[in-house]
């Protein structure tokens, strides 16, 4: 039987939108994934001895020190992204398949996904070294099944807290008290939990406890899923009632307000949507990791600075803009058959992108407090995003086609965050042209020719936005057909 | 008003669609009827340039619909519910199509009022966004829709499915009402041979792509129409 349903994802998999969609996306992918696993590697090889010869600690007992941070981190990180089990449950529900074999599956599954596996591309190189370096073999192994186990914890404690955001934020909240703490001074929890990992590596015995943990949690998973599996239980649409909202306001805009509005609907009203919203926030805070010296001058160079700049201001443009028009997917059909001038709806989407980024220009303003040079980082990187990658996000959204079942979050089995990896690798190149930019103007005249380069192009791009959108247009135009046909498929 | 010429839909090998010609005059009330996958639906999204013609052309106002967007003006469509705004009310997604359609919210709120019998007091005013609806209501507001500012050209693809049946009833008056009107042609598909041969003057029946059969609605119409689809 599971053989049968492995079966069933692979088609499911091999048919989706997003692998025929064609060759660039793929590529995109491919490559996203291999710099991901390489950098991983680097990191899981290096760390040793950045940490041995660089830092003068003993890079085991550091990395279990701060191992306590990682792992919440990468709760955090998978909620965000890591998609749940899809599965089309409702249909299997009333064939002779054993129930506790469908969410066996289910869960099952998530094991071989990339949150899980990356972890194996830095840890395994780092245990290698470890041992080559005179650890002994049997005590790493002990240790490093513990941190297995760990991973694998992280993977079910996603999946019992993702319809808990109350959860969610408890959690986030305390691995951001923690770490202030730590940073001022007033308690530091790696002390009291680098004992624990240490244990993991001198008493081989207590690496069960993880796996005994890890067991309960599958368990608590699968009792959670099990009883989820009725219609009129989990798997029963929440109906919530409708809210109005005022947007007469946006109605000096003309016919591009008819657009902006029911943007403005759908991102508040679809928990899928909404996520982007919380992205943006996080991104604006984001810049903080260089800005300030938390990051211990690693990120303590002008060109990382653009680099935070495009982040800072740009959440909204990457979550959002960058699903143009796959948000509008599920009415697709009504779109290209009413009385709507591709421009104008281009047009709403870009004006959207532009008022989102010059809120979070403005809310950074805080940045201030860090220096002038800092803002000024901030200001070249909106200045590039109106100009440019507000551009860019609508170009590649043109060619990502992966329809956005807005609905699916109702489901407890749907596919239910707010961005999956894939768009996120298509970034990549959005943040490195303002970086190569800025390298090449402050080779002229350092540092202020720099900014002065970057924000000269967006300007322009700015300037140009005629011209470009014709260029937009066109290739909706001809993506037409493909782009409902893709649309046509579910998630 | 529409204008098929030489018409095919090809996927690879398989000939989906094959119209060699046909004219659908003003103010005609035009049925299309057939079995599942004799084309019904894909002649509808040709017509809206949803899907590219293999060859030929489908004209709307003399306009080809691949080359110009005139025809959206004063066209209007229900097909399946890919053409609702599952976020939104139904009084929002109406206000909505007004606003695309440059009809005010006043005069939206007044063509609703002319509802209220067909609603049934199910759709307005219950504080419910319409991907909370049943299919059967969801289907009174897309259809409700396309009679926002008077289009020219209704295509409805299945109009009669998954409603009660008082509400078939009423769809049935509603739509020999808006027949009478010279102005507004209305093309409908269905499975039910019944509803279309009370309500359309005008009756083609596609069968693997073909049209087989192309007939004025007479007294005997539905009689004909059973003999060839029991066979």
Not at chain 1, 319 to 339: C, E, I, K
Request: glycine share 6%; with cysteine.
């Amino acid at each position: 039987m599971f053989v049968r349903l492995l079966q069933l994802q692979w088609k499911s998999y091999r048919r989706s939108a997003a692998l025929t969609s064609g060759v660039i996306t793929s590529v995109f992918y491919l490559f996203g994934m291999l710099y991901f696993i390489v950098m991983f590697m680097l990191l899981g090889y290096g760390s040793f001895y950045v940490l041995d010869e660089e830092m003068g600690v003993d890079p085991l007992r550091f990395i279990n020190q701060h191992i306590i941070y990682g792992t919440s981190f990468w709760i955090v990180w998978r909620y965000f992204i890591q998609k749940m089990p899809v599965l089309n449950i409702q249909a299997l529900l009333t064939l002779p398949i054993k129930v506790n074999t469908i969410v066996h599956y289910a869960l099952g599954r998530t094991i071989f996904s990339f949150f899980n596996v990356s972890n194996a591309f830095f840890f395994i190189p780092f245990s290698v070294v470890l041992v080559n370096n005179g650890y002994p073999f049997s005590q790493v192994l002990s240790w490093h099944l513990a941190v297995a186990a760990i991973v694998f914890c992280t993977n079910y404690i996603n999946i019992l807290i993702n319809d808990r955001n109350d959860l969610f934020y408890a959690v986030a909240v305390i691995l951001v008290l923690f770490a202030v703490f730590q940073r001022y001074d007033i308690f530091d929890i790696t002390v009291y939990m680098g004992p624990v990992f240490d244990t993991f590596y001198n008493d081989p015995i207590y690496t069960l406890i993880p796996w005994l943990v890890l067991l309960l949690l599958y368990r608590l998973a699968f009792t959670h899923f099990k009883n989820r599996m009725y219609l009129d239980a989990g798997l029963q649409v929440a109906k919530k009632e409708a809210k109005q909202i005022q947007l007469g306001w946006f109605n000096r805009f003309g016919r591009t307000a008819i657009f902006i509005k029911n943007d403005i609907k759908l991102v508040l009203r679809n928990k899928r949507s909404k996520m982007t919203l919380w992205i943006s926030l996080m991104f604006l805070f984001y810049g903080l990791l260089f800005f300030t010296d938390s990051s211990g001058g690693l990120y303590d160079n002008p060109v990382w600075k653009i680099f935070a700049g495009i982040f800072v201001s740009g959440g909204f443009l990457f979550t959002f803009g960058q699903y143009v028009p796959s948000w509008d997917s599920a009415y697709y059909p009504l779109m290209m058959s009413q009385n709507i001038a591709y421009r104008e709806y281009l047009n709403a989407k870009w004006s959207m992108i532009t008022i989102a980024t010059s809120v979070s220009t403005l809310l950074g303003s805080f940045y201030m407090l860090f220096g002038w040079d800092v803002y000024a980082a901030i200001l070249t990187g909106a200045i590039y995003n109106i100009g440019i990658n507000g551009y860019l996000v609508l170009l590649s959204g043109a060619y990502i086609k992966t329809p956005i079942d807005l609905t699916s979050t109702k489901k407890p089995f749907g596919d239910k965050q707010a961005f999956n990896a894939k768009t996120l690798l298509l970034t990549l190149p959005k943040l490195f042209l303002p970086m190569v930019l800025y390298f090449v103007g402050s080779l002229f005249g350092g540092e202020w020719a720099g900014y002065m380069t970057v924000a000269c192009t967006g300007i322009l791009g700015y300037f140009l936005k005629n011209k470009v959108f014709d260029l937009i247009e066109t290739l909706y135009k001809t993506e037409k057909y493909k782009t409902l046909n893709a649309y046509k498929q579910s998630t | 008003m529409i204008r098929i010429e030489q018409l095919t839909k090809r996927y690879g090998d398989t000939t989906v669609l094959n119209i060699p010609e046909m004219d659908i005059p003003k103010g005609q009330v035009f049925g299309l009827v057939g079995n599942n996958g004799a084309g019904k639906t894909t002649l509808f999204s040709l017509l809206l340039d949803l899907i590219q013609a293999t060859e030929g052309t489908v004209k709307i106002d003399q306009v080809d619909v691949s080359t110009s967007e005139d025809w959206k003006t004063n066209t209007a469509a229900f097909l399946d519910d890919s053409f609702l705004i599952g976020y939104l009310t139904p009084e929002e997604y109406f206000y909505f199509i007004g606003e695309l359609r440059k009809v005010s919210k006043e005069d939206v709120d007044e063509l609703l009022a002319g509802y209220a019998d067909f609603f049934n007091d199910e759709i307005l005013n219950k504080k419910k966004y319409i991907r909370d609806l049943s299919k059967g209501n969801q289907k009174k507001v897309g259809v409700v829709a396309t009679f926002i500012g008077d289009p020219e050209l209704l295509i409805l693809d299945e109009p009669f499915a998954n409603l009660d049946p008082t509400t078939q009833i009423r769809l049935k008056e509603l739509l020999t009402e808006k027949g009478k009107d010279t102005n507004t042609t209305i093309l409908i598909s269905s499975h039910d041979i019944q509803h279309v041969t009370e309500v359309c003057e005008r009756i083609a029946v596609l069968e693997k792509g073909e049209i087989v059969k192309d007939l004025k609605t007479k007294a005997k119409t539905l009689k004909e129409l059973e003999e060839f689809f029991a066979k």
